[in-house]
């Protein structure tokens, strides 16, 4: 049983585009919420964490939305470059000791 | 300083085997965990370890095991190995924030 919905699984934007990935939780428990980065054959690397205290942060060309009453949160990856075209994880996690991952998204950016 | 690392990047086992898989954490964090990514999803949850004391388990079977030694360095253990339990095998290791950092994972194939 998935704790976070992930969606979409895939895009694909042109060079410049805005490509937006979209989480969903269930968990209320749940109060960081992290976003990861993974290329073929590496590990995940954390891009991005935000606590449902704050409704946007942005890290470089990374924004997450945090949407508290919809229980949602989405990346954004402005001004997007070929060089990030991988798979991004959300996850979640409830002051535990664990994390609980989205499915991914393989995002494609054109040049 | 370092990253996370692990051993081996790659191996091949044979149904009914038994592997060991090694990692190290970055230097000064105490905590360590394993998850377990299969192609195309989302990495699970297997042990957390903290100051060699096991913290959490995900819902694997006894098959699976994991230590952490004064070091803080861990392994990963998996008795009888299924077709199934082929998959990418992550470490991340933690200090005292959520914030959890991959190493680049083995990859297991069981045939």
């Known amino acids: 049983q998935q704790q976070v919905k992930q969606s979409p699984q895939s895009l694909i934007v042109q060079k410049g585009g805005i490509p937006i990935i979209n989480c969903a939780y269930e968990?209320?428990?749940?109060?960081?919420f992290p976003w990861y980065q993974q290329f073929p054959g590496k590990g995940p690397a954390l891009l991005i964490a935000?606590?449902?205290?704050?409704s946007e942060k942005k890290e470089g060309r990374f924004t997450i939305s945090f949407n508290k009453s919809a229980k949602q949160f989405s990346l954004h990856i402005m001004d997007s470059q070929p060089g990030d075209s991988a798979t991004y994880f959300c996850?979640?996690?409830?002051?535990?000791?664990?994390?609980?991952f989205g499915a991914g998204t393989t995002v494609t950016v054109r040049a | 300083d370092a990253g996370v690392t692990q051993s081996p990047t790659h191996l091949i086992k044979t149904r009914g085997q038994h592997v060991t898989l090694r990692c190290s954490p970055i230097?000064?964090?105490?905590?360590v965990s394993w998850y377990q990514q299969v192609l195309g999803q989302g990495p699970q949850f297997i042990f957390q370890?903290?100051?060699?004391?096991?913290?959490g388990r995900g819902n694997f079977p006894d098959r699976f095991s994991a230590r952490q030694f004064p070091n803080y360095s861990s392994e990963l253990n998996v008795n009888a190995l299924l077709l199934g339990d082929s998959a990418l095998y992550l470490c991340?290791?933690?200090?005292?924030?959520?914030?959890?950092?991959f190493g680049p994972g083995t990859r297991l194939t069981v045939t």
């Open positions: 968990n209320t428990a749940f109060d960081y």
């Open positions: 991340a290791s933690s200090a005292f924030s959520r914030e959890q950092y």
């Open positions: 370890y903290y100051e060699k004391e096991e913290r």
């Open positions: 935000i606590r449902p205290d704050v």
């Open positions: 230097s000064g964090h105490k905590s």
């Open positions: 996850a979640a996690n409830s002051n535990d000791y664990k994390l609980s």
